[in-house]
T-cell receptor, first 112, second 111 residues
Framework: KQEVTQIPAALSVPEGENLVLNCSFTDSAIYNLQWFRQDPGKGLTSLLLIQSSQREQTSGRLNASLDKSSGRSTLYIAASQPGDSATYLCAVKGRSQGNLIFGKGTKLSVKP | DGGITQSPKYLFRKEGQNVTLSCEQNLNHDAMYWYRQDPGQGLRLIYYSQIVNDFQKGDIAEGYSVSREKKESFPLTVTSAQKNPTAFYLC??????????FGPGTRLTVL
């Protein structure tokens, strides 16, 4: 059974710092991996989607990498801003299923 | 504007009462999903539907029911058999390999 783990559970950094959020999964037979952002009391906003054949995806200050063989993905945030404060969720889609398996998230706080 | 809408935003249920959460999408996506989010537990799949008039149970389907009579609609009913329904409910849709898109959520509280 696929399990997704995100470390750390919470992270606090000063504004302007570059940071990395980690996601690991137990079954490397994935179809894709998706990173989301969730603000308190809100739905999920998709940030980046990496297909199983890809190594990384970039959007603005965000860069996500995927290493299927080691079961790991990282989300890199450059020059962090207070507006980046949110919970970041990682989710994988298996090859034989349509739904996503989620990690519990990393709660990020960027201090001015 | 294309997107996913959920209503109501807040819902209160009395003991023994069934309630229905609405989810509508105008993205022309084939698949729709319902997830439940509890503090510290992440999102868990309740039900999903790949096509109209077909749906499958997820990991925590007990006490819930769904229907998929139209492509754009996937309502979730929380029945009295669900003993601990207080949670944040999220609906999502997808098609092909583009990833899942989520609605704003409904917060259900049992009085």
């Amino acid at each position: 059974k696929q399990e997704v783990t995100q470390i750390p559970a919470a992270l606090s950094v000063p504004e302007g710092e570059n940071l990395v959020l980690n996601c690991s999964f137990t079954d490397s037979a994935i179809y894709n991996l998706q990173w989301f952002r969730q603000d308190p009391g809100k739905g999920l906003t998709s940030l980046l989607l990496i297909q199983s054949s890809q190594r990384e995806q970039t959007s603005g200050r965000l860069n996500a990498s995927l290493d299927k063989s080691s079961g790991r993905s990282t989300l890199y945030i450059a020059a962090s801003q207070p507006g980046d404060s949110a919970t970041y969720l990682c989710a994988v889609k298996g090859r034989s299923q349509g739904n996503l398996i989620f990690g519990k998230g990393t709660k990020l706080s960027v201090k001015p | 504007d294309g997107g996913i809408t959920q209503s109501p935003k807040y819902l209160f249920r009395k003991e023994g009462q069934n309630v229905t959460l609405s989810c509508e999408q105008n993205l022309n996506h084939d698949a729709m999903y319902w997830y439940r989010q509890d503090p510290g537990q992440g999102l868990r799949l309740i039900y999903y539907s790949q096509i109209v008039n077909d749906f499958q149970k997820g990991d925590i389907a007990e006490g819930y029911s769904v229907s998929r009579e139209k492509k754009e609609s996937f309502p979730l009913t929380v029945t009295s058999a669900q003993k601990n329904p207080t949670a944040f409910y999220l609906c999502a849709s997808s098609t092909g390999g583009i990833g899942q898109f989520f609605g704003p959520g409904t917060r259900l509280t049992v009085l």
